[in-house]
């Protein structure tokens, strides 16, 4: 169950992930402070620390997958839990009709690629609304898919050899 903003938990320590040297990895273990939204046996969707937008999150992978370039076929269904999973969330806090936002620019899922990766670990970006705060973030995550920031259904394609749905 995904949970609004205002009824989301703080961060609590988790076992097992002593090898993931990234800040996800230390968000994981517990030690560094995440508003969490959504987490089960694969997944933590968490607010974005650097929020461009008045709802930015991550969703993640809890096994570290390095970037959505990592992805093999065998990972379509964990990428189309992370979708499902953002949708979950979007609608727990307020959006009615993800599809219809996304196509309209309100909202985006999206993945960075190089050379705007920041986190090692694979990480689906759920933003709205748009525009960004500010022109370089609106640049860095634009309201509508491109090369630089593709959509889950680009990746499904590119990385996994099918289609997302």
């Not at 609004?4 to 097992?16: I, P, Y």
């Not at 309100?106 to 986190?119: C, D, E, K």
């Not at 509508?144 to 289609?163: L, Q």
Request: proline letters at 8%; one cysteine or more; charged letters at 20%.
């Amino acid at each position: 169950m995904a949970y609004s903003l205002t009824t989301a938990r703080q961060n609590t320590a988790r076992s097992g992930f002593a090898c993931n040297p990234t800040a996800f990895g230390r968000i994981l273990r517990g030690e560094l402070p995440a508003v969490i939204l959504y987490e089960d046996q694969q997944i933590l969707c968490f607010r974005d620390r650097a929020p461009v937008s008045d709802h930015h999150y991550l969703v993640i992978p809890k096994r570290l997958i390095t970037d959505a370039s990592a992805l093999i076929p065998a990972d379509l269904p964990l990428l189309r839990k992370m979708v499902d999973v953002a949708t979950q969330v979007a609608e727990a806090n307020g959006v009615a009709d993800v599809p219809t936002a996304r196509a309209s620019g309100n909202l985006s899922l999206g993945f960075h690629r190089w050379p705007f990766i920041t986190v090692q670990h694979l990480h689906l970006h759920l933003i709205w609304p748009h525009p960004a705060r500010s022109c370089i973030k609106a640049w860095q995550h634009p309201a509508k898919n491109g090369r630089m920031y593709p959509s889950p259904e680009m990746i499904a394609e590119w990385y996994c050899g099918a289609k997302l749905n």
